[in-house]
Every structure is written in structure tokens, then in C-alpha cells.
């Protein structure tokens, strides 16, 4: 990409849309972007990132990026060449001007969005939040679409940008108990199997009102079966009270749930064939759940399968200052930043992975190809404590 050429074209694009020339783009506050893992994007995504950063080309509005496939302090656990390329990714989206956030939760501290605020983020579970759970506007961006709104400060004035254009579709309502994280990530990908790209209003049994860890799960499984970028969630969603529950409606049971993990989850695992590893972590734990953690492991005195946790580096050091890191080493709990769960050393390897995401065990089952089993922590912890 030469360097005049690409400065061109944007400054072209930008004039015209400043000068309204194109009326169909909406002025955008922050961006986040994904595919900055280089075991998605590959040497050609590598080689683009470094020549956009060479063009001369900034980001014209906050930014923040994604997990990649490494630790940057664990070096020794990836392969050298591919640990070495991650680097040059991240360090081409710095010189662009992202923020160094290494994170798919972005909203919790390096990104914080408002009620109202129009963003363009891609990473689906971030998306699903910013407009589920903080009443903020951003469509599903795709990596090329992000990287651009970052640079221009505009995205296409389509979909959640219009008008009515966040109205829901469906009714979903799903009258059982649901009693861990598993239940609500395996109801969002059930929610998202039926829903395509149409958008859900959900509404439980009791009008209970979720905890956010297992909104979280709800949303980034619905992110990974479904299309839209957002779920009226009855008592939860901001402004849900004045928006009309669609007439078309569907019934979901626990029949729905055990479908979806049948789907994703092994029966069960040979602990004689290799490492065992329960994952946890996907979207990446906030502060509150690793503490949620600690106190789960409090009458256990280690666990005899390690727990890997995956979180952002901004979370992490939060932990670190408290302790809490050291604690969990003692139980046999290892914490990852900068990475998201498809980590460098599980890819090729013939770990067998039990995982609390429903979102964790479609990418590594159909990505990685690893034995994967549904399990909630406290399912695990019940059974892998040592007193
Ligand atoms: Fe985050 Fe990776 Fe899961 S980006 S949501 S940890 S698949």
C-alpha cells in the first residue's frame, strides 16, 4: 500500500462524507476492533496492519483492540515465531494510535461507553453489552469496518443506526429455572440458533434480573449463533419498558439447553488421554469474577485439574495488587491477559478442555479441534476440589 495512495483515498472518503455528499454515515465516538490474533489473520493480515501503519494514516477517535494469542510476559509457552508476529500486530496498531488493551471487554475499563453514545466495535460479545446492557448504539462491525471507522470517525448509517432500527423481532420467553452461567451462555446460543439475524426480546420466568457475569455468558453465546447486535432483555435492557414486546413469540425449555450442549459438549472426557484444562474466562473475567473465584475456591485446598483464566491486562494488574494472583497460583489456577482462550499453546495440542463458555467450546471445538465439555465452575470446583 503505498504511502500517498491509502491517505488519499481516506481523505477522499472523509471530504465527502463531511461535505454531505454521503449522507448515510454516522459520526462515531470510539472504536474496537478484533482480528488482531495472528492465528486468525495470518502472515496477510500481518503484512497489512504493518503497511497501513507505514501510510502515515492515524486513528481519528479512541480505539481500543482485542485479545491476541499470547501472553506478552509468558513468551516461553508460545512458539517463538508466532509469538514474535503477534508483537509486530500489536505494535503496528499502537503506532495507528490504539490503545494497548488486549481485551474483548474494552467497556469495563480501557473503553468505557455511555447510554446513547454511537461507537463502532466488532467482537460480538462487546457489541451484544455495549447495547444490551449499557444502552449504548454500534452495530456488529466486521474487522475491516472497525479499522475504518477508527481512521474515518464515521460508520455506515445502517441497521442499529436507523431509525427503529433496534426494534425487536421475537419474543423469546423461557419460563425454568436457570442456575448457573452454563444455563444462560446455553439459552443465548439456543436464543441465537432460532433468532438468525432477527432482534430478541427476552423475558424470564419472575422478571429476575440477571447478575452481569451471567449476562455475559447470555449474550456473547447469542453473539456466536445469532446475527444482531442486540437483546431487549425484560428489567435489564435501558428503555426496555417502552418498547412494544413483539408479537411473535417462542417458547424455549430446558430441552432447548440440553440440545445446544449435546451439540458442544463431549459426554465426557478419558483423563487418561493428556492434559485436562478447565477454561474460563471467555469474554474475559472482570475484577468482580475473579474475586467471584476466590471465594468459590475457599474451601478447597487445590484443585486437581488446573483452571486457566483468561482476562485483560487492566483486570489483571487490579488483582495482582490485591493479592489475589498469588492465591489462586497456590489452588492450581493459572491467570492469562493479552490472550483470548484460542491461546497459542492449545492450538495443535492434545489438551482436552472443559470450559464454563458456551462461546469457548464452539471456537475450540470447530477452530482448534480440541475434546471439549460443558461445565459451570461450580460443577468443576465440586468435582476437581482437593480439602
Ligand atoms: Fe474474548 Fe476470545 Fe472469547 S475474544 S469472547 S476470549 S473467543
Redo the contacts with the bound molecule.
Sequence with gaps: MGESLSKKVFKKILDSIQTGKRKKYVKVSSAHL?GISYLNIGDAGLEFLEDLSRSGLRFNVKTTI??GCVDFDLQRECDSEIFDKQRRIVKSLKALGAVESLT?TPYLFDNVIKKNQKVAWA?S?AVLYANSILGARTNKEGSLTALSSAILGYTAGIGIHLKRGDKPELLFEYLEKLDNELDYGLLGYAMGLKAGVRIPYLSLKGNVKPCLPYLKQLL?SFGTSGGAPIIWIEGVTPGFSRIPKPKEKVVLSRDDLEEVKRMLSEENLSFKNGKTVFIT????YSVEEIENLCNALNNVRRLSTEIWV?TSRAAYSRVFEKGLVKTLERKNVRLFKDS???YCSLRGSNIQVITN?V??AY?LKNSFRLRTVLKSLGEFVETHGVE
Design positions: 478484533s482485542n485479545p474483548c467482537e460479545s456473547a474466562g471467555c469474554p474475559h483468561f483470548c482462550v484460542m463458555s462461546k469457548a471456537y
